[in-house]
């Protein structure tokens, strides 16, 4: 992993800027930081330092979008068992980001982000044992989830996709899916730091990269019914599907470099 002391004033301003537009699209929509910011920051650094350095803006901007919105009961007592299986499958990835290669975390970084992209034609297949059996639902999809935020910190594509086809409304789908976030965000966080892959000084180093984060949280907020929303996610789409391009160039060229050569 990168020392943080070691990036050039360039890059902490593109992690800045970065960190603000992640924001703002996390104010306008409720959701959507660590889809922006992460895949974003993995293509100027390794996926372990673009983790390190964007989970103290992370954990903040997902704890204040938990308390957006009120009527905590409606929106997340029903729905506590996805947040337990996304803590302990937290745990699990991140034990697998310590000891995988970096590189091909590219790959799987790549795949949530289309997952993402795709994501109303995954919706579209049959889902109809989740009425059947939601308890098992709750296993799969937060057991998915939380695997791939311990590892690659995005567990938004399975989680976006269970919550929508349980058809809930978007502030509770928002506070939902921030607190599985939030949780998975720390744990992750913790079993780094024990295992001591947390450079020392991270949080007062990244303490800068939190405040853009959230003050990009709070205009996106203000100017929720300002902007064109359509033409706002098409332009996030177009970045996005660049973004998870490049990395699947960069993760199999390792591969085919390192393992098929």
């Known amino acids: 992993m990168a020392d ?16 603000l537009i992640a924001g703002v699209t996390q104010g306008a929509f409720g959701f959507g930081y660590p889809a922006i910011a992460t895949p ?92 059947r059996r939601p308890r098992t639902g709750q296993l799969v999809f937060g057991s998915i989830g939380g695997f791939f935020s311990g590892t690659v910190n995005l567990s938004m594509p399975p989680l976006l996709i269970y919550f929508m086809l349980l058809e809930m409304a978007p502030t509770a789908m928002a506070q939902i899916l921030n607190l599985c976030f939030f949780g998975g965000r720390l744990i992750q966080g913790v079993t780094l730091g024990i295992a001591g892959e947390l450079p020392p000084g991270i949080m007062l180093y990244t303490l800068p990269t939190a405040v853009v984060a959230v003050g990009g949280l709070y205009f996106g907020g203000w100017v929720q019914d300002k902007i064109d929303a359509r033409l706002w996610r098409k332009a996030l789409r177009g970045v996005l599907l660049i973004m998870g391009c490049a990395l699947t160039w960069q993760g199999g060229s390792w591969i085919w470099q390192h393992w098929l050569r």
């Open 40 to 131: 974003t920051l993995v293509l100027f650094t390794d996926v372990k330092t673009a983790i390190v350095v964007n989970m103290v803006p992370n954990l903040c901007v997902n704890f204040l979008s938990i308390l957006r919105g009120g009527n905590y009961r409606a929106s997340l007592l029903p729905h506590w068992p996805v947040a337990v299986y996304t803590l302990i499958a937290s745990f699990l990835g991140a034990l697998f980001l310590i000891v995988a290669p970096g590189e091909p975390l590219r790959l799987a970084l790549a795949l949530m982000v289309f997952a993402y992209l795709y994501s109303d034609r995954i919706r579209a297949l049959d889902w109809s044992w989740l009425h």
């Open 4 to 19: 943080t002391e070691l990036f050039s004033l360039g890059t902490w301003i593109a992690f800045y800027s970065i960190a």
